[in-house]
């Protein structure tokens, strides 16, 4: 087994290998009342890819495959950002799993972040990368997701919002130090591509959403984050869903049932160095 740095020759190969793996993990986990797990589109493989590169732009040490026979059967993809470190992706090839490939890529990864006081991961509900999370230091909590259509007579009218742009990148970044111990930078203008970026006038908050997801909140106080969490409802499509949402962020499981989203438990928020972040709302990769 070859563990090596991740170069931009082995993107595409390993976003197939991340999609067979979450396709089957999802396939193997799904829930009855679930709707059944998709491939990504072509349009979401493309973004996976974009971003994996930009991970390796930033952090060229970050991201780390595994090679067997000359053939890549794993990887882990990771970040700084000031004092935290995040775990992008992580997965090894289906029929190959469970075998000791992912803690050795893992490690590698990990052994990036070992400086920062901090680090952060979106775990699926897969219990070999929860075995592995957990080996490496990192404590589980639990995530919730609520999702559904929203009940529009339920929204309250909403104030002192706007949509954010650029300039506001600066004060979000301190708000990010604030909540998580570094800013998003560069990835803040992958977010802004992807959707729609609102924020408080008073500057006390922002939210990603793209009309059907909420990417990405974060707010100096949960009135801030409610009043952001009720503009996303407001723009929600037919459906709409926040995962990501841990217990210390109460404010928005009470908005949204409120709104008549339905809650499920699934994933865990992996951190080590620090209590999981309110007000809010984690990016899945981004974190
Ligand atoms: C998560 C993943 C990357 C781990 O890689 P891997 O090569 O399977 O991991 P390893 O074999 O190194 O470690 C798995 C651990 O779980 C144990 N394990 C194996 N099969 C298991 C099972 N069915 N249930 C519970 N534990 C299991 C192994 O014994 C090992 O623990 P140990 O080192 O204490 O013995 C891989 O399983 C995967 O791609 N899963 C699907 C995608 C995913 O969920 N990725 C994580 C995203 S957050």
Do not use: K
């Not at 009342?33 to 994996?52: G, I, N």
């Not at 680090?119 to 929860?130: H, I, Q, T």
């Not at 949509?163 to 990148?169: H, R, S, T, V």
């Not at 499920?264 to 951190?271: I, K, N, Q, T």
């Amino acid at each position: 087994m070859l563990i090596r740095p991740m170069t931009d020759a082995d993107v595409a190969v390993a976003e197939e290998i991340s999609d067979d793996a979450f396709f089957a993990l999802d396939t193997a986990s799904r829930l009855p009342a679930a709707p059944a797990p998709e491939r990504r589109s072509p349009a979401q493989r493309t973004a996976w890819r974009a971003r994996t590169r930009g991970f390796l732009a930033s952090d060229p040490d970050g991201s780390w495959i595994a090679e067997q026979d000359g053939e890549v059967v794993g990887f882990a993809t990771s970040f700084l950002r000031e004092q935290v470190w995040c775990l992008a992706t992580f997965a090894v090839r289906p029929g190959l799993q469970g075998a000791g490939i992912g803690a050795q890529v893992l490690d590698a990864a990990v052994a990036y972040g070992a400086d920062a006081p901090r680090g952060m991961l979106a775990a699926s509900v897969d219990p070999r990368a929860l075995r592995r999370y957990h080996l490496a230091g990192f404590r589980l909590h639990p995530q919730l997701t609520l999702r559904g259509s929203v009940d529009r007579s339920a929204l309250p009218v909403v104030t002192g919002v706007r949509d954010g742009g650029p300039d506001d990148a600066a004060w979000m970044d301190d708000l990010d130090r604030l909540r998580r111990g570094g800013p998003h930078g560069p990835d803040h203008e992958r977010l802004m591509a992807a959707g729609r970026l609102v924020v408080t006038t008073d500057r006390s908050g922002y939210a990603y959403t793209n009309g059907r997801v909420l990417a990405l909140l974060a707010a100096r106080d949960e009135q801030a984050a409610q009043t952001l969490l009720w503009e996303c409802l407001a723009g929600a499509e037919e459906r709409y869903e926040l995962s990501h949402v841990t217990s210390a962020n109460y404010w928005a499981v009470e908005a949204a049932l409120a709104a008549r989203l339905d809650l499920v438990a699934r994933g865990y928020l992996g951190l080590r160095g620090m209590a999981p972040p309110s007000p809010y709302v984690h990016h899945g990769a981004l974190l």
